[in-house]
């Protein structure tokens, strides 16, 4: 099983920081952060496998969800869905 996904860039001038963990068969949640420099989380997004905790190819399921979250959630900042947060916040 793949622990998470962990990836820094920078965006409108900001250094951000993506990160996507699993939490587990015990707390099948996958959560994805993106954080801003200084550590501030800025847009989220979590989503459950709890449906495919027994399922044969429950690893791979997790891994595509995984792949899916993060990518969908930077798409949405790259459309511009979070820019008022990154400048709210802008230190």
Request: proline letters at 1%; a positive charge.
């Amino acid at each position: 099983m793949e622990i998470g996904f962990n990836q820094n860039f920078k965006y409108k001038g900001v250094v951000c920081h993506v990160q996507t963990e699993d939490g587990g068969v015990n707390n099948p949640v996958i959560t994805t952060h993106i954080f801003k420099d200084g550590g501030t989380i800025f847009a989220s997004r979590r989503a459950s496998y709890a449906d495919a905790v027994n399922a044969t190819d429950r690893d791979e399921q997790v891994k595509r969800m995984m792949r899916e979250q993060t990518i969908a959630l930077l798409k949405d900042l790259k459309a511009g869905k979070f820019d008022h947060l990154i400048e709210r916040n802008k230190e």
